[in-house]
């Protein structure tokens, strides 16, 4: 097996629901396409048509142990390509007369692209779910323009990728079951999420200087264009790293509107996102949703998310783009691995009804951790708080 930029790597300490699922996994590209979109770049009324990448990872008919090479992905530098390794088919048929499956849309950060979280893609496709990871426009390492497109469309990204995923046709049809459907996003991505789950930005967001006011219009807590954003469909998020808290983006009234379970993981030294007063204030203040914060110990920002550091970017200099990927105290393969069990516990729950899998969120002291080997849960810590509502 080639060892290259793998975005699949199983440590022997994994825990149980890391490892891959039944299904064999395809991939595909799409463009996908939002027609007349606010162009909040250019301001007034313009609009644009808002053109969005999007890497598919679906259940598959065809040979589970099949590598793929992910060509030409940029680097965090915006100007170094990589080829990353996994296991997939590209363009295989999806699994046949294997019913819907729930969809999980994955958002990657500012800037990133749609391999940021590829690991996510592959492992999940191999348990029974759709995972569409996007590419957001003006906010990739090679297409990073104003802030301000960030902070306006990453919620309406990722419910358009949502609804266009429950459109899909030809060989695709019948594949998504979107009515359930969950969001995996980091940082901006996980910002993102939680307002695609009912977090609408406070009043006051425009003033924190990161953007105009205007901004925000569309995603501003008990506006008719954010009760209009909702989307009935969407289940779960995963909130990795979220920014904004920090800054006052939301307020506690605002939180207050996420109904849906939510699962954050953070590194409890996120110098970006700030763990105590912005990762650890959402989740205290998301009062009306059952929630859980999974901690990595002294991890910084980085904690979960992104795929190993690719080896091109090891000799890009002090503070160059292996920075982006690694964290200073944990191995990312060991982050991932972590990350997905609980992803899958999560999302089996809450998008399949699995109930028996509420057994790895449920932690008692004293007690080994549910799929954790004896000692292999030295440095998390994962706190559940019950909605209030």
């Known amino acids: 097996m080639a060892q290259h ?3 699949d790597s199983l440590r022997p300490d994994a825990p149980e629901l890391a490892e891959r699922g039944r299904h064999a996994v395809g991939v595909r590209t799409l463009e996908l396409v939002d027609r007349d979109r606010a ?3 250019a301001g007034g009324d313009a609009t644009q048509d808002r053109v969005l990448t999007v890497e598919l990872w679906y259940p598959a008919d065809a040979d589970p142990a099949a590598e793929t090479t992910y060509e030409n992905v940029m680097l965090r530098d915006g100007v170094t390509r990589v080829n990353l390794t996994g296991r997939a088919t590209r363009d295989a048929a999806p699994a046949a007369a294997s019913g819907l499956y729930p969809l999980v849309v994955v958002s990657h950060g500012f800037p990133g692209n749609r391999f940021l979280l590829s690991h996510f893609g592959e492992n999940l496709a191999s348990k029974g779910y759709v995972v569409a990871a996007v590419d957001h426009f003006e906010s990739t390492y090679d297409n990073q323009l104003g802030f301000a497109s960030t902070l306006a469309n990453r919620a309406p ?8 995923m429950s459109r899909l046709d030809g060989e695709l049809a019948g594949l998504v079951d979107a009515d359930n459907s ?7 991505g996980g910002y993102g999420a939680l307002i695609s789950a009912g977090a609408g930005t406070s009043a006051g967001a425009g003033e924190a200087g ?4 205007e901004t925000f219009a ?4 008990g506006s008719d264009a954010y009760t209009e954003l909702a989307d009935p469909r969407l289940k779960a998020v995963i909130a990795i790293g979220p920014w904004g808290r920090q800054n006052n983006l939301w307020d506690a009234d605002g939180l207050a509107g996420i109904e849906i379970p939510v699962l954050f993981m953070a590194g409890s030294r996120d110098e970006v996102s700030n763990y105590q007063a912005g990762i650890r204030l959402l989740f205290e203040e998301a009062v009306n949703a059952d929630r859980y914060l999974l901690t990595f110990a002294e991890a910084g920002h980085n904690a979960a998310a992104p795929i190993p550091a690719p080896a091109e970017s090891y000799g890009l200099g002090d503070g160059g783009p292996f920075e982006h990927y690694a964290d200073f105290v944990w191995a990312n393969e060991k982050m991932n691995n972590v990350a997905q069990h609980f992803a899958t516990a999560f999302l089996d729950l809450h998008l399949k009804g699995q109930v028996d899998s509420a057994r790895y969120l449920t932690i008692t002291e004293g007690q080994p951790w549910p799929g954790f080997g004896e000692r292999n849960a030295r440095g998390l810590t994962l706190e559940h708080l019950p909605a209030e509502k």
């Open 210 to 213: 990161f953007a105009p006011p």
């Open 182 to 188: 969950a969001i995996i996003g980091y940082s901006m």
């Open 218 to 221: 569309g995603i501003t807590a």
């Open 5 to 7: 930029n793998r975005i």
């Open 39 to 41: 162009d909040i770049l």
């Open 157 to 164: 990204d990722q419910l358009f990728v949502l609804d266009a």
